[in-house]
């Protein structure tokens, strides 16, 4: 099992930055890859950016292009993935989650992620 708790969530201003952390603990060593998605009111949850664990490569949904930047930091004690945001948008408001996944498939497919946080709001005012 593994447990992912997200925090750094908050309100910003339209144009600013946050940045989103998300703690792994458990049996973290047979994870392949980590991901943030997000879910607005009355939207489907989509993915936003993942990192592959083995590699650390990383992709972005088209929707947030360059202005977003995962990175994984571990070791012996610590796990934790981070979402770098700027340039945020109003709609950009959303619930943010991190998931976790021992295997493959298409990234952006919620099915094949098995761990998931509670997620952080983030909020964008224009």
């Known amino acids: 099992q593994v447990q992912l708790v997200e925090s750094g969530g908050g309100s910003v201003q339209a144009g600013g930055s946050l940045k989103l952390s998300c703690e792994l603990s458990?049996?973290?060593?047979?994870?392949?890859?980590v991901a943030w998605f997000r879910q607005a009111p009355g939207k489907e949850r989509e993915g936003v950016a993942v990192i592959f664990t083995g590699t650390y490569y990383s992709f972005y949904d088209d929707a947030v292009g360059d202005r977003f930047a995962i990175t994984l930091d571990r070791d012996t004690t610590n796990y934790t993935v981070s979402l770098q945001m700027r340039t945020l948008q109003p709609a950009e408001s959303a619930m943010y989650c991190c998931?976790?996944?021992?295997?493959?498939?298409?990234?952006?497919?919620?099915?094949?992620?098995?761990?998931w946080g509670q997620g952080t709001q983030v909020t964008v005012s224009s």
């Open positions: 458990g049996s973290t060593d047979r994870l392949t890859a």
């Open positions: 998931a976790a996944r021992e295997g493959g498939g298409r990234w952006s497919l919620l099915t094949t992620w098995s761990y």
